[in-house]
């Protein structure tokens, strides 16, 4: 990183200009350091940093992603949704846990023929993380991204944790393995028996905005979610000019003509 990269953050506020010694700002970007240090703690900012909830606000584009938890009845599977986002082309993203990839093969496959779908893995049983110490946790998490890597030669890079709990070892395990951790910053809550599809439309008419990430279920738990989605995509979203795109994107692109 250059000196400049490194002033440019800490020191703007103090207002150094181009005629400044490159000593003066080596000190500075020194103190800008400790102050760094001092304020956030290397804890609390290197762990925080690595949790994904959303992604830049200055770009018209948000992600449907869909978790593929096990389940213990049923289908396991919204045939009937994937249908419609591969029919219409709508870009999403899938968490697979490993559980549901050994029973789901053939599914496993569909959904990585298709090419504007990204996946990631959601752990190998669906644990609770935090209760979990660091081996067992790296074990969840590990499984999972080796088997789709050894039976589907897929390396993913995305990882969803179960229940969207995590904590700082999981932060940690999942920075070692080369991962992103995503979670959501807008709930659907499409596995709710009580919710209609009009309940859920509204909590995301409020809710959802340029960078949202919004979370839905492809196992066949969410009871609305195909015409959801059919009706945000078709409506909401065009409305508000959002375009859906995968976690992906919605990261390390921001087409340019979307982000003005
Ligand atoms: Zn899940």
Redesign the pocket.
């Known amino acids: 990183m250059t000196i400049d990269a490194l002033s440019r953050p800490l020191t703007g506020g103090l207002g150094y200009t181009d005629g400044m010694s490159v000593r003066s700002m080596r000190v500075l970007s020194g103190i800008g350091m400790l102050v760094w240090i001092w304020s956030c703690g290397p804890d609390q900012g290197q762990a925080q940093a690595q949790v994904i909830r959303s992604g830049p606000s200055t770009c018209k584009t948000v992600a449907l992603t869909f ?1 593929l ?1 096990p389940v213990r009845t049923g289908s396991g599977y919204d045939e009937s949704l994937i249908k419609l986002l591969a029919e219409r082309q709508i870009p999403a993203t899938f968490f697979m846990s490993g559980k549901w990839m050994a029973s789901h093969q053939a599914q496993v496959r569909a959904l990585l023929d298709v090419p504007f779908f990204d996946v990631g893995t ?1 752990g190998q049983v ?1 644990a609770h993380l935090p209760l979990l110490d660091m081996e067992r946790q790296r074990m969840e998490i590990e499984r999972a991204v080796t088997m789709l890597e050894s039976n589907y030669h897929r390396r993913a890079l995305l990882f969803r944790p ?2 969207g709990e995590d904590d700082d070892t999981t932060v940690e395990v999942v920075r070692t393995l080369g991962l992103r951790l995503i979670l959501w910053n807008v709930v659907s809550g499409d596995p709710d028996p009580e919710l209609t599809q009009e309940a859920i439309e509204a909590r995301l008419t409020q809710t959802v905005r340029s960078g949202s990430i919004i979370v839905f279920h492809a196992n066949g738990r969410g009871r609305h979610t195909r015409a959801v989605v059919e009706d945000l995509t078709a409506e909401l979203l065009p409305k508000r000019g959002l375009k859906p795109v995968t976690i992906t994107e919605l990261l390390d692109h921001c087409p340019a003509d979307s982000a003005r």
């Open positions: 978790d938890c959601h669906h179960p229940y």
